[in-house]
């Protein structure tokens, strides 16, 4: 009897006695006549066959690639000893969930070098590939291998952007035996999960700093681990992140918006009335998926994006940028805007530099190099910033809009606290006055509390 | 490839069967109007045609079959605009100088400008000049009439819902081949198998190693990438299971030659390996006739079909046959040379890219087996096929 590797899945060969439900995930597959599992139940596909038949031949491991070389473990704090240590206890199957600029990656670093596996770690940008391979290099001894932004190099200690893992993993999947998952997020309800389907890799650590929430918590939990460990930035602001003021703006609209707003306002409000009375529990996704079906409905839809798009840059937010913007000239500061329009109509209007997807990647690390050596003082940014990139640091973030909810929330006051001695951060977050926006703003202001006040 | 959310609102199901809203000659008026006023804006901001598509256009179009024509055409709009200053220069130096200074914005782009010898204005419009909003729309090709780009439409549709399928079983006659060698190619279980004589063509069932689990979407991404090559053939009917919801609920499309979709021409580019091959081997072997797409070879339950055949010009009983083999494994192919053996049939090379194994295993030591990286050494396939000793 033996066990292969095939394009993201296991097959058994020479098992002709075999019941499939012995093994979990194992099924007959009529096409080549063998039996097959996905991938990624790999552990307990070798536990329940080595229960069964002691001897059989696992084909899929010298597959793998050579042994990693040494490390250099990193030095932790406390809290990222104390998360390492849960994921450890867990099994090495779990994800770790600490705040923006809290040293994700060191814990990870520190992970790797004490499981001493050959290891992938999967990052959602090409930005993210490049600071992980140079982290990776100044620790590991051996050759970091790449795959993503042109590269193509396997190694034993191998970085991958989701994208490149996604479209090689019928391949590789069988190299790796721990699975680093940066920005775990992503993962849990996407396509992208079939990468981690289609890999065999028995240790897996996810990283984030803002969990998904169901269903796609519990899939994740499935595929990589579930939370072992979790802060939030409330429990690590003042020691080991900066501490900081969040001050919300309150704006009011021009009359020409104001009218616009309430005209579509009603629009809205009339469609969605009458659909609750009929279905109070709907989601989101239903309310939309119903109003596709009439032109009321689609009236509703088109008011509420209008609404929408108007709050993210009003004219009082865009006046409030350049007085905040001129008042903290002497410091750092961060824009953050809902779209990348937003961000080029105030990179022009205050000659700020803008951070977009479509300024490539040499010219955002140039810019962000310039903003590191104080060349530039302050940038704009509608989502790019938001996550994944090493902000230098910075110390006041306007926060025009945003449309992501807590999560963005998060991820974009999480860029500003990087500690430095004496820093003490400033956010300001503008939301306009008598709109849902400003009833959304103080909600976000929850998502950042201390883990056990956040669950309360 | 459509989202979701458009390709949802551009069929409709009748009990299990999805029914494509293809687009048809009465839509052909409107996606001229559509072409026309497309054209109008050659040479404008791209930013501008989105603008103008907030406002309808002057005949009645349906909104999701517009927002795919939309969706066609907007490859279109990739012209980048000439600069007074390279953008990503005026970049530069525009934001560093403003963060130097506490001078007003007039002030400080006049200064920059001057350092540019350009004039302010012009700094001001180069600074962005070379993203996307700025791009300028380019004039649709002469041969895009408002036929063709209907049809490139309904060839949309159909591949994305084919990327939404986990199984497909073709009927094809003439020109099937390519479509063997594409499915193999892109790591596909593709089991072939004879209709009746040889001129009646062959059946394919074609799914990807997941498929026995759930849909992935890698491997309906592979089964999509076979409907270019399928319309491509002379005759066809496929047939495909697809889960059009969010749900697991399985809703079945059939497809057939004679169905209003493009052929997909610009889709099919001839690939590199097989040209460079063809050219070096004519090359290299003056004395063999190279033979594109042989008959396949019946083989057991199921079919081989390679994908040259090579005759000696002088002795024409010396014939070879070569496939070039997509993804591997040293027990996959042993077996099959085990196999071919079994069967009598000796005379086949199998070319085989050593970057696409799907292990990490050492190729069996054979002779009919030619390792290549990025291009089949036709030198190599000649030694095997005159018997000559091989150089590596």
């Known amino acids: 009897m033996r066990l292969l590797f095939d394009h993201g899945t296991l097959v058994l060969a020479e098992a002709p006695d075999l019941k499939a439900e012995r093994v979990p995930g194992l099924l007959w597959d009529p096409r080549v006549a063998l039996f097959r599992a996905p991938a990624w139940r790999y552990s307990a596909v070798c536990t329940a066959l080595r229960n069964w038949r002691p001897a059989f031949r696992d084909e899929v491991r010298p597959s793998l690639l050579p042994e990693p070389a040494s490390w250099a473990a990193p030095e932790l704090r406390p809290y990222q000893r104390a998360a390492l240590l849960s994921w450890e206890l ?70 991958s952007t989701f994208e490149s893992a996604y479209r090689l993993m019928p391949r590789i999947g069988a190299r790796f035996e721990l699975l680093v998952v940066d920005e775990a997020h992503h993962f849990g309800l996407g396509v992208r999960d079939e990468a981690l389907e289609m890999s065999i890799a028995p240790q897996r650590l996810g990283l984030t700093a803002t969990p998904p929430s169901e269903p796609a918590l519990s899939r994740l939990a499935e595929l990589v681990g579930p939370i072992v460990y979790q802060l939030a930035i409330g429990d690590l602001a003042g020691k080991w992140l900066s501490d900081f003021d969040l001050v919300t703006v309150q704006l009011g609209l021009s009359p020409a918006e104001r009218a616009s707003y309430d005209a579509d306002y009603r629009i809205f409000a009339r469609f969605n009335r009458h659909f609750r009375r009929a279905d109070p529990n709907a989601s989101w996704q239903d309310f939309a998926s119903a109003a596709a079906q009439s032109p009321e409905g689609s009236a509703a839809m088109s008011a509420w994006r209008r609404n929408r798009r108007l709050l993210q840059f009003t004219q009082a937010k865009a006046e409030a940028v350049g007085v905040l913007l001129g008042r903290h000239r002497e410091s750092k500061v961060i824009v953050f805007t809902a779209d990348n329009e937003a961000a080029y109509g105030i990179a022009r209007e205050h000659l700020v530099m803008p951070i977009t997807c479509d300024i490539s990647r040499a010219e955002r690390e140039a810019a962000l190099n310039a903003f590191r050596a104080g060349q530039l003082r302050s940038l704009v940014s509608a989502r790019v910033l938001n996550e994944g990139i090493d902000v230098p640091s910075a110390d006041v973030a306007i926060i025009v809009s945003g449309t992501r909810g807590e999560r963005e929330h998060v991820q974009r006051v999480g860029r500003i606290l990087r500690p430095l001695p004496g820093k003490r951060a400033l956010i300001y977050q503008l939301a306009t006055r008598a709109t849902s926006e400003l009833r959304r703003a103080i909600e976000r202001r929850h998502a950042l509390a201390p883990v056990r006040l956040a669950a309360r | 490839m459509l989202p979701y959310a458009l390709l949802r609102v551009s069929v409709h199901l009748e009990g299990e069967r999805i029914v494509p809203h293809y687009f048809a000659p009465r839509d052909e008026p409107w996606l001229s109007v559509l072409l026309d006023e497309f054209a109008r804006f050659t040479g404008r901001r791209r930013a501008e045609w989105v603008e103008r598509l907030r406002e309808p256009l002057p005949v009645r179009a349906p909104k999701a079959k517009l927002r795919i024509a939309l969706s066609l055409l907007e490859p279109l709009c990739r012209a980048r605009p000439a600069a007074a200053v390279p953008p990503k220069e005026a970049r ?16 400080v782009l006049a200064s920059v400008a001057a350092s540019f010898a350009v004039s302010p204005a012009e700094l001001d419009r180069a600074l962005f000049a070379d993203l996307a909003a700025e791009q300028r729309v380019v004039a649709p090709p002469v041969e895009l009439s408002a036929a063709r780009l209907a049809r490139d439409a309904n060839l949309a549709i159909v591949v994305s819902l084919v990327r939404r399928a986990s199984h497909v079983r073709i009927t094809a006659r003439g020109k099937e081949r390519a479509l063997i060698g594409h499915a193999r190619f892109v790591g596909l279980i593709c089991r072939a198998s004879r209709l009746g004589s040889a001129s009646e063509g062959i059946v394919l069932d074609v799914s990807g ?26 005759e066809f009917e496929l047939s495909a299971t697809c889960s059009l919801g969010r749900t697991s609920r399985l809703s079945s499309l059939s497809l057939r030659s004679g169905d209003p979709i493009g052929a997909g021409e610009h889709l099919l580019p001839e690939r590199r390996l097989e040209r460079k091959f063809e050219r070096d081997f004519r090359r290299a072997a003056p004395d063999w006739e190279l033979i594109r797409e042989p008959a396949a070879i019946s083989f057991g339950e199921t079919l081989i079909f390679p994908d040259y055949e090579l005759v000696h010009r002088h002795q024409p009983e010396r014939r070879w046959r070569l496939e070039i083999v997509g993804f591997w494994t040293a027990e996959y192919l042993l077996e099959k040379l085990r196999r071919l053996r079994a069967a009598g049939i000796d005379d086949i090379v199998l070319c085989v890219d050593q970057r696409r194994e799907c292990a990490e295993s050492t190729l069996p030591a054979d002779q009919r087996v030619v390792p290549y990286e990025t291009s089949i050494d036709a030198g190599a396939v000649l030694a095997v096929i005159a018997g000559e000793p091989r150089r590596d």
């Open chain 1, 90 to 159: 867990s099994g090495r199957c779990g994800t770790i969930v600490l705040p923006t600029g809290s040293g994700k990656t060191k814990v990870a670093i520190a992970a790797m070098a004490s499981a001493g596996l050959r290891a992938l770690c999967l990052v959602p940008t090409r930005a993210l590939l490049e600071q992980w391979s140079a982290e990776l290099a100044a620790v590991y001894r051996g050759p970091v291998g790449c795959l993503g932004d042109g590269h193509r190099a396997l190694e034993a200690i191998t970085v």
């Open chain 2, 92 to 107: 530069a130096a525009l934001f560093r100088a403003a963060s130097a200074s506490h001078a007003p914005r007039g002030a």
């Open chain 2, 209 to 234: 190693p997941f498929a026995l689990f759930r849909h992935s979407e890698l491997y309906g991404r592979a089964l999509a990438s076979l409907i270019p090559r399928l319309v491509n053939c002379d």
